[in-house]
């Protein structure tokens, strides 16, 4: 006999049935997030390229470094629980957790530690910064305390140890970290599907493993500006950080979805093979920089999203100094000084741009104002992949635009076998004394006659420092607001 009880009762099994396939995609949708990206990495070690897009997938997700780098530039532990800095402001002292394994097993130590530096200070290492793990000694105390003497002060030590470059590895599995990446860190690599994503899971056996919220994360790689839009509108991405900005009014003006403009120590520049002629002559290369407008340039390439610099450094940065009025935009001056130089016109050259919406679009730009004075430039677009071997490996190009994103790689001017080809034993002077400078005040006079160097040796055409615009579904929590290293930190997301 049916009394209302029953019918209540009955009626609440049939809804709740009929709602379970929808419950559990409700449940899985908040457990998990797609990324979109603009580029694939060519491999998921860090230590072995120079692609930033390497620790967006895998830096503070697979790999773990001993401090880490905040979204405001701070440092806090991570492997290390904690450190000394010795009064000669050389010698670093770390302790190190004791609650850690590698993802095969193995556990987390102070020899693991100085495995991974010595490794990427050898001969054999591809770590971009080789140089710096080459000033360092490390000594084993015991099996959770390492002493670590860097040859020169850094009051950034702490913050380079928190990059993606200084990853600790599991020794046996550090030659296949590229595809087969091992680390101490709160997700696994899951599946790469090669030109379309990668996607992470959550391990089950991480130190803090009740604490992640996001148990599967899934990397698109989506290159097309248009194409971009399009998967976030659809709702096929959750989250795009670095996004190209041509769009970005849409997405302000839609409540579904969070927009945050953050702050970078980025430096988009257009690269010039110094070792080439007539680029070698400094006349050469000023008259390039004269006939540049980087506003245009910011307008065109990056939808005004970019404050111009006239260096190779950022006005965020300790030490700072404005140089943008050294090669101010100057047609006159720029043809001046290429007849100067006694180049025959039309100079052709070519600009090797990789597939970056800033890169293709701020090309063309430029290309149409060195056209003003006689410099014809041919567009040569190429892949991610091409431009690392062949422009940034071999060296083979004249002018290529490239965001360099590492915050302290003025050093990079100092590398006498760089891509960029410059030599200058001035510089080289200047920033040993920049490393060996331990008072701030000294340390900021020199940085800032670095700057200006490099702005009158006209290295590169300096455009801008850019802003990056991250789009996101609304309910997602945890982002970063500001950039200082390119990471996605997933174990700080969480759906609201």
């Known amino acids: 006999m049916l009394n209302r009880r029953s019918v209540l009762a009955a009626s609440t099994l049939a809804s709740t049935t009929l709602l379970a396939p929808w419950s559990a995609m409700a449940q899985e949708k908040k457990n998990s997030v797609v990324f979109a990206l603009t580029l694939e990495p060519p491999g998921l070690d860090p230590t072995a390229g120079a692609a930033s897009s390497i620790a967006e997938i895998v830096h503070y997700n ?3 470094t001993l401090t880490k780098i905040n979204s405001d530039g701070s440092v806090s532990p991570l492997l290390a629980e904690s450190w000394e800095v010795g009064t000669d402001l050389k010698t670093f002292t770390f302790k190190l957790r004791k609650d850690v394994k590698f993802q095969n097993g193995v556990p987390f130590n102070a020899d693991a530690v100085k495995f991974s530096f010595e490794r990427a200070a050898g001969e054999k290492s591809t770590n971009k910064d080789k140089r710096t793990f080459a000033s360092m000694r490390t000594q084993i105390v015991d099996a959770h305390t390492v002493v670590i003497t860097n040859e020169d002060i850094d009051p950034d030590f702490l913050f380079v140890l928190g ?9 046996k599995s550090a030659a296949t970290n590229a595809t087969q990446p091992v680390g101490t860190g709160p997700y696994q690599i899951g599946r790469w599907s090669k030109g379309a994503s990668v996607t992470l899971q959550a391990w089950k056996d991480y130190r803090a493993a009740k604490d992640i919220a996001i148990q599967r994360a899934t990397f698109r790689f989506i290159p097309d500006p248009a194409a971009q839009v399009a998967a976030l509108m659809a709702g096929d991405v959750d989250c795009f950080p670095r996004v190209s900005p041509r769009s970005v009014a849409q997405f302000k003006a839609n409540a579904r979805f969070q927009v945050l403009v953050s702050g970078s120590r980025a430096k988009t520049i257009m690269a010039i093979n110094n070792a080439r002629k007539p680029l070698n002559d400094v006349r050469v ?3 390039i920089a004269a006939a ?6 910011i307008d065109g390439a990056a939808e005004g999203y970019g404050v111009p610099i006239g260096s190779y450094y950022v006005p965020t940065a300790f030490g700072y100094v404005d140089t943008t009025g050294v090669n101010p935009y100057d047609l006159d001056k720029a043809k001046a000084l290429l007849a100067e130089a006694g180049v025959k016109l ?3 050259l070519t600009m090797t741009l990789p597939p970056a919406p800033y890169a293709r679009q701020g090309g063309e730009v430029i290309a149409a104002q060195l056209a003003k004075i006689g410099i014809e430039v041919k567009l ?10 062949g422009t940034y490996g071999n060296k083979n190009y004249d002018l290529t635009i490239i965001s360099h994103v ?3 790689d003025l050093g990079n001017f100092a590398k006498p076998d760089y891509y960029w080809g410059y030599q200058s034993p001035q510089f080289n002077a200047l920033f040993d004394q920049i490393k060996r400078a331990p008072r701030p005040a000294d340390r900021a006079r020199l940085l800032g006659e670095a700057q200006r160097l490099i702005a009158q040796d006209s290295v590169h055409a300096f455009l801008y420092q850019p802003q990056w615009v991250t789009v996101a579904k609304k309910g997602l929590r945890g982002l970063w607001k500001d950039m200082p290293v390119f990471v996605n930190d997933l174990s700080a997301l969480s759906w609201a």
């Not at 990059?163 to 020794?171: D, F, L």
């Open 62 to 64: 697979i790999f773990e």
């Open 292 to 297: 540049i407008d980087r506003k245009a340039v």
């Open 285 to 287: 290369r000023r008259a």
């Open 380 to 389: 040569q677009n190429v892949e991610w992949a091409q431009w690392l071997s």
């Open 163 to 171: 990059q993606a470059t200084s990853i600790i590895v599991e020794p």
């Open 406 to 408: 590492e915050p302290f």
């Open 346 to 348: 039309p100079l052709t």
